[in-house]
Structures are given as C-alpha cells and as structure tokens.
C-alpha cells in the first residue's frame, strides 16, 4: 500500500494571508532584540539622564543578546544555516559556514524573507543612527551604533557567505528597492512639475 501524498502547500498571492510561521519564538526573537536595542538607544537619554554607563551596558548587553540569537538560533531554525569561527594555535582563525541541502531543508518562504530583509535592515539602521551620533557630536554615544554595525554586519557576512542564493536573493532585493525608490522621486518631481503648470 503507498503512502498517502502530502498535500500541496498553499499558494500565497496578493491579499492572502501569509502562511503561519513554522518557528513562532525564533521568528519574534529575530525581531525583538534588535528593536529593544534601537528603541532603547534611541531614548535612553530621555529616561536615564546623565546615566551613561548604565545606558551602554543595557545597550551592548541587548546587541550581544541579538547577536547570538541571530547566530546560534534564528539562522539555523528560519534559514537552514549556520556559522562559526574556529580558532586554535596552529592553523589561526578559521570560518565554517554551514547550508542545509535543499532536501533537508522546509524552510517556510514567509519567515525566510524577513530573516534577509531585517538581516539586511540592521546594519542599516546602526549605520544611519552612528552617521546621527557623528553629526551630534556625541561622541560617548557613537560607540553603541558603531557596535550595532560591526555585530549587524558580522552576521550579515557570515549568513551571506553560507547561504547558496543570499548572493541572488539580495540582488533582487537592492534591484527592488532602488527601481522602488527611483520610481517614487520620479512620481514626485511629475506631481511637482503638474503643480506648477
């Protein structure tokens, strides 16, 4: 007797909803720590004034608690892969990286691409947050986003290097978002140039 065939998986369109998260916890951790980091950088000073050392310590301690998780958890569990460094006195520093085979894999579309778009965004932010501290002259404060980029951008270069099709996947999306952006600031000089006609 053959076994029953699996049913076929939904498709997901325009205005369907997203399929269930397959890792509910990885999925929301993924998010979690790097918000509670930006959000407590961001208004540390309002709520702990002249209060530095401890508004450091909660923000290095929220970007290192993001960093394992993204490392250790949410890339194995969302995206089928892993990295590491190995590091021994005769051969130095040594990267692994680590992909699932596709057939090992299921790996749930939804969750996988906003694992890349806020792997991606991450740095990002750091980085727009660290050019804000740099023209505030806050100097103190600076080392927080420089710290949210390196960490960011470690994992973003050791997911990129594992991943078979990160290389395609962000591609597509720089492509995406520039083609986005190019569009709009086309649309508003259009809707200028009519405004003053």
């Keep these: 007797m053959s076994a029953p065939a699996a049913p076929a998986a939904p498709a997901v369109g325009i205005g369907s909803a997203p399929p269930a998260p397959k890792h509910p916890i ?116 600076l080392l927080i986003p420089i710290t949210g980029v390196v960490l960011g951008g470690s994992n973003l270069a050791g997911y990129f290097k594992c991943s078979k099709d990160a290389k395609r996947q962000l591609q597509s999306m720089t492509a995406s978002m520039a083609t986005s952006a190019m569009t709009s600031a086309v649309t508003g000089r259009l809707q200028a140039a009519i405004a003053r006609v």
Excluded at 81 to 110: C, D, H, K, M
């Design 26 to 141: 990885a999925f929301i951790f993924h998010f979690a720590f790097k918000v509670a980091a930006m959000v407590f950088y961001i208004l540390c000073e309002s709520f702990n004034k002249n209060k530095f050392v401890l508004n450091f310590v909660v923000c290095i301690v929220l970007l290192a608690m993001d960093f394992w998780t993204v490392k250790n958890v949410t890339g194995r569990l969302l995206v089928g892969l892993r990295w590491w460094n190995e590091g021994n006195s005769e051969t130095g520093n040594a990267w692994r990286f680590e992909s699932l085979a596709e057939g090992q894999r299921v790996i749930n579309p939804y969750e996988a691409r906003w694992f890349w778009i806020v792997l991606v965004a991450n740095p990002a932010v750091w980085a727009l947050l660290c050019l804000s501290a740099l023209l505030g002259l806050d100097w103190g404060y």
